[in-house]
T-cell receptor
Framework: EDKVVQSPLSLVVHEGDTVTLNCSYE??????LLWYKQEKKAPTFLFML????IEKKSGRLSSILDKKELFSILNITATQTGDSAIYLC?????????????FGGGTRLMVKP | DGGITQSPKYLFRKEGQNVTLSCEQN?????MYWYRQDPGQGLRLIYY???????QKGDIAEGYSVSREKKESFPLTVTSAQKNPTAFYLC???????????FGPGTRLLVL
């Protein structure tokens, strides 16, 4: 059974700090790993990673995938209160019927002023 | 065990047919959600419900319908009006709107 585990479960930091969120996975027929930010009803898409060692960057957020060790990290530098959210990691895997998505349990990040 | 379940895992639909996807949770969560995911894309919200007997349209509600007669259950019907139904459908629940959403294992819908 496909499995995605995120750590830590929750994190409290102060503005300006750098944080690293972790996502490890065990899936068959890996296709991609996706990071989402959940603040309101629907998680918003951050990154999709398919290749090892290639960092994806968007402003203060960056993410990298290690397909050998089966994990990904999401870094947020110079954190702001607006970064407070739940960060979800999901792994897309493919079988004969098509792609399936398995989510981790999320990391709740709180950034204090 | 507490959790959220979806059935079936795979579903085949003929042209012009309505199909219903099941989503059940025993987490005592008030809020439930339906998403659609297409390859290489993020999640798109179809419908959500914050309380029993109440639900709201998400971003792509056309061609879909839902009901929320019980707290534990939030079935999604894909109607014949949905012209491109082939996708992966995910159900989620949370205790409140701003809490962590827990996702089910998903249903893969294929049109024959």
């Amino acid at each position: 059974e496909d499995k995605v585990v995120q750590s830590p479960l929750s994190l409290v930091v102060h503005e300006g700090d750098t944080v690293t969120l972790n996502c490890s996975y065990e899936v068959t027929n890996f296709r991609s790993l996706l990071w989402y930010k959940q603040e309101k009803k629907a998680p918003t898409f951050l990154f999709m990673l398919t290749s090892s060692g290639i960092e994806k960057k968007s402003g203060r957020l960056s993410s990298i995938l290690d397909k050998k060790e089966l994990f990904s990290i999401l870094n947020i530098t110079a954190t702001q209160t607006g970064d407070s959210a739940i960060y979800l990691c999901a792994v897309e895997a493919r079988n004969n019927a098509g792609n399936m998505l398995t989510f981790g349990g999320g990391t709740r990040l709180m950034v204090k002023p | 065990d507490g959790g959220i379940t979806q059935s079936p895992k795979y579903l085949f639909r003929k042209e012009g047919q309505n199909v219903t996807l099941s989503c059940e949770q025993n987490l005592n969560h008030d809020a439930m959600y339906w998403y659609r995911q297409d390859p290489g894309q993020g999640l798109r919200l179809i419908y959500y419900s914050q309380i029993v007997n109440d639900f709201q349209k998400g971003d792509i509600a056309e061609g879909y319908s839902v009901s929320r007669e019980k707290k534990e259950s939030f079935p999604l019907t894909v109607t014949s009006a949905q012209k491109n139904p082939t996708a992966f459908y995910l159900c989620a629940s949370s205790s409140t709107e701003r809490e962590t959403q827990y996702f089910g294992p998903g249903t893969r819908l294929l049109v024959l």
